[in-house]
């Protein structure tokens, strides 16, 4: 019954590669994000998508692509991976766009890149 | 822009103690506040919000936080510690004008000892 999935927990690498991360949340949620967090716990958003629709887009590589194929999955797609890109990626859902919505939060997925 | 800071690295307190974590904003117009904590290897967790009404927002483990507009504060409360209240814990603002990106701070550790 967990609300909101990741997969893979782990995923270790060589730089250059490419690598996918799965999202999927049962919540019945409407808007879905990615988040970095980084060696120093530091949080940052990276997309969201509010019915399938990209509504938030830092300033983030285009190697990093993500895919929403309906409501309830939101994936990343990294392109030529680099050191960089080491960090903890988490997912998360709210009801409806960020405003007073809670937002709930994967268990993240442990990115290392050699 | 909007922008949080949590001056504190890290919190130490004793079991039983009342504790503080400090959080200051800024925002366009009127914010949107939330604490969010995190226990290891884990996912984010929500814990409270802000929207409006009683600047008193009591939450969830006992936690409460008060919203102080003149100081653009929303500093974290528990009268008393519990060694399981460690964990690295979160706030977060989201200006009502505009905007879908919910903006966290660099979080504060506590560590609360026996």
């Known amino acids: 019954d967990t609300a909101v999935s990741q997969t893979p927990k782990y995923l270790v690498t060589q730089m250059g590669n490419d690598k996918s991360i799965k999202c999927e949340q049962n919540l019945g949620h409407d808007t879905m994000y990615w988040y970095k967090q980084d060696s120093k716990k530091f949080l940052k958003i990276m997309f969201s998508y509010n019915n399938k629709e990209l509504i938030i887009n830092e300033t983030v590589p285009n190697r990093f692509s993500p895919k929403s194929p309906d409501k309830a999955h939101l994936n990343l797609h990294i392109n030529s991976l680099e050191l960089g890109d080491s960090a903890v990626y988490f997912c998360a859902s709210s009801p409806g766009p960020p405003g007073q919505e809670t937002q709930y939060f994967g268990p993240g997925t442990r990115l290392l890149v050699l | 822009a909007q922008s949080v800071a949590q001056p504190e690295d890290q919190v130490n307190v004793a079991e039983g103690n009342p504790l503080t974590v400090k959080c200051t904003y800024s925002v366009s117009g009127n914010p949107y506040l939330f604490w969010y904590v995190q226990y290891p290897n884990r996912g984010l967790q929500f814990l409270l919000k802000?929207?409006?009404?009683?600047?008193l927002v009591k939450g969830s483990y006992g936690f409460e936080a008060e919203f102080n507009k003149s100081q653009t504060s929303f500093h974290l409360k528990k009268p008393s510690a519990l060694v399981s209240d460690s964990a690295l814990y979160f706030c977060?603002?989201?200006?009502?004008?505009?905007?879908?990106?919910?903006?966290f701070g660099t979080g504060t550790q506590l560590k609360v000892e026996l």
């Open positions: 977060a603002v989201r200006s009502r004008g505009g905007g879908n990106k919910l903006t």
């Open positions: 802000y929207i409006t009404g009683d600047n």
